[in-house]
């Protein structure tokens, strides 16, 4: 501790959700954070869009700046704390604040996601922690486990529900609502922002898939490099169909180290309705990890909301202000190698595939050999309805992402299939 002084300035850009909760837990539980821990933190400037905005927290007006820069610059701001999201001009403040050998503390993992590399390094070269367990998970231990408890294990995969908005969403349909419905639901009560595009296309989950792969097999894997799909085109029956097959559809963020390489990818999957994640039910989030030696590790809790995320985020300026205290030029947390990013087309699963076909004989065999012919072979098929039309349901073998595109493909041609109504990866029984 410098001088036996245990004060350290704290600067916090964003004053939202995440922001405002953090800063009335600073004020609030100053006292108690420093009987736990020793450290006095000190919240020294806010930066938000609106000043007048009323807040849930108390401190004086003039610490409230509209000019984020300031922040950054104040000598009395020893570390920053990001919490205003997006890349701009969140990027460039948090390379500024770095820049100047501030600590950075960050719940941004749309900015993590896309320039986590350069950041990190930065952050390396001017010896300053950069730390963002709340980017993922919400208030689930995650980051810190994978880069730091986990450093000395081969992690082999990790995969789960990352983003709780569509898991609170799907978790409707499964009760009965149709797709709008649930998400209109989940607008009214905060789960689901008013444009609910990054969650239910599948691109906030893709961010945090590129930060949990990067961390785990430490090789950079930046957003663009994860494929993703989300769940804005599934449909009520297929939630039922999967039931009755006995499976529950999740959104999954899967990262994999194959001998291809790493990869990466978020898209709904039918899971088995005993496996774990198959309970997972509203906005909660779960994540497993695997490894030979520790074989499976399960994280799960509230994967978003002020409170939760406040607390990863006090959790990183605890540990940041300790080592700004130490007054030590800090060791990189995890380096990252090069290595090869494979590609999603070799990726194996089983397909589910919905039909809608002519009741005709010899349909099945023309389907049959259409999946064939990409040597994708057909685990179990049920028949729905009567009439002149039917709905096939179609369990595929495991075979290549690229061979099962290739097969639906053709099947689509024939002139006895009428549409391919779905399909669904499914992930069993390992997931
Ligand atoms: N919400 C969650 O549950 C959650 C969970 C995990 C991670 N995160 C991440 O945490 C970050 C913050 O999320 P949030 O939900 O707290 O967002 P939010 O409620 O929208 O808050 C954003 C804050 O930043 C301020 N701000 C935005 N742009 C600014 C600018 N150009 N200059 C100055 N201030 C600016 C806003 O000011 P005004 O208040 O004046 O508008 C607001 O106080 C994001 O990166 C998000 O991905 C959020």
Redesign the pocket.
């Known amino acids: 501790m410098r001088n036996g002084d245990p004060t350290v300035g704290i600067g916090i850009?964003?004053?939202?959700?995440?922001?405002?909760?953090l800063v009335r837990r600073l004020v609030d539980d100053r006292e108690a954070i420093q009987a736990k821990t020793g450290i006095d933190l000190h919240v020294r400037r806010i930066?938000?869009?609106?000043?007048a905005?009323p807040?849930a927290f108390h401190v004086p007006a003039e610490l409230v700046t509209?000019?984020?820069g300031l922040v950054v610059d104040d000598p009395d701001v020893q570390l920053v704390v990001?919490?205003?999201?997006?890349k701009d001009?969140?990027g460039s403040l948090v390379h500024a604040a770095l820049e100047a050998g501030k600590p950075v503390v960050?719940?941004?993992?749309?900015?993590i996601a896309a320039h986590g590399a350069e950041l990190i390094a930065l952050a390396e070269r001017r010896g300053v922690p950069l730390l963002f367990e709340?980017?993922?998970?919400?208030g689930i231990p995650i980051i810190r486990p994978l880069a730091e408890t986990l450093a000395g294990e081969q992690i082999e995969r990790v995969a789960g529900i990352v983003n709780?908005t569509t898991n609170y969403i799907l978790t409707r349909m499964g009760d009965g609502d149709d797709y709008a419905d649930a998400l209109a639901e989940a607008q009214a009560l905060g789960y689901a922002e008013p444009d609910p595009t990054a969650d239910v296309s599948g691109a906030?989950a893709a961010a945090k898939a590129a930060i949990l792969a990067s961390l785990a097999f430490g090789t950079w894997v930046g957003s663009d490099a994860v494929p993703f799909e989300g769940i804005d085109r599934l449909r009520r029956e297929d939630i039922e169909f999967a039931r009755f097959l006995g499976y529950e559809v999740k959104l999954l963020a899967i990262a994999t180290r194959t001998a291809a390489g790493v990869c990466a990818r978020v898209h709904p999957a039918m899971i088995p309705a005993g496996h774990p994640l198959a309970s997972i039910r509203a906005a909660t989030n779960a994540i497993f990890i695997t490894g030979p030696s520790v074989d499976e590790l399960l994280f799960a809790g509230p994967?978003?909301?002020?409170e939760?995320?406040a607390t990863?985020?006090l959790g990183d300026v605890i540990d940041a202000a300790r080592e700004i205290l130490a007054g030590a030029v800090v060791a990189p947390r995890i380096r990252f190698s090069p290595g090869e990013i494979a590609d999603f087309g070799g990726v194996a699963t089983k397909w589910y595939v919905r039909l809608e076909v002519e009741d005709e004989p010899g349909v099945l065999a023309q389907i049959a050999a259409a999946f064939g012919e990409e040597q994708v072979s057909i685990k179990s098929v049920w028949q729905e309805g009567e009439g002149s039309g039917a709905t096939l349901l179609i369990i595929t073998h495991r075979a290549a992402e690229a061979r099962q595109r290739s097969a639906v493909e053709s099947v689509r041609a024939l002139d006895v299939v009428r549409s391919v109504a779905a399909t669904l990866r499914v992930e069993s029984p390992e997931v």
């Not at 850009?13 to 909760?21: C, D, K, N, Q, S």
């Not at 709340?134 to 919400?138: I, N």
Request: charged share 20%; glycine share 26%; net charge negative.
């Open positions: 850009l964003g004053a939202g959700t995440v922001g405002g909760t930066a938000v869009r609106d000043p905005k807040r509209d000019d984020p990001e919490v205003m999201g997006g001009p969140a960050t719940a941004n993992k749309e900015l709340a980017a993922v998970g919400g709780g906030d994967g978003a909301g002020g939760p995320t990863a985020v």
